[in-house]
């Protein structure tokens, strides 16, 4: 069974940077297409970054384009999603899904148990 495994979450002041990883131990990530979802309160959880390597493609939200970026290292089995200029509207978990299955919705087979981001001064 596929077990992703968020990491990075913390408290960031506005307009700082911070890196999100995701890890799924025992199980090769470049042979899915891995989401990068966020979820606050009282808000459905909304797709923010995705990554297909088969179908070499990527996708971000527009609220975060050209603020986040999302990245794998091969070697070391670990999709990244690098944001940077974070808002408090950033602020949320930030979750880690996977699927064979090509497409960015949230119709993911495999997720993370998330990761909080804070984004406050």
């Known amino acids: 069974q596929l077990q992703l495994v968020e990491s990075g979450g913390g408290l960031v002041q506005p307009g700082g940077s911070h890196t999100l990883s995701c890890t799924a131990p025992?199980?090769?990530?470049?042979?899915?297409?891995i989401g990068w979802f966020r979820q606050v309160p009282e808000k459905e959880r909304e797709g923010i970054s995705c990554?297909?390597?088969?179908?070499?493609?990527?996708y971000y939200n527009a609220s975060v384009k050209g603020r986040f970026t999302i990245s794998r290292d091969p070697v070391l089995n670990i999709v990244y999603l690098q944001m940077n200029n974070l808002q408090p509207e950033d602020t949320g978990i930030y979750y880690c899904?996977?699927?064979?299955?090509?497409?960015?919705?949230?119709?993911?087979?495999?997720w993370g148990k998330g990761t909080t981001v804070t984004v406050a001064s």
């Open positions: 899904a996977a699927d064979q299955r090509p497409g960015c919705t949230d119709a993911k087979e495999h």
């Open positions: 025992g199980f090769n990530l470049r042979l899915y297409v």
């Open positions: 990554s297909s390597i088969k179908d070499d493609f990527e």
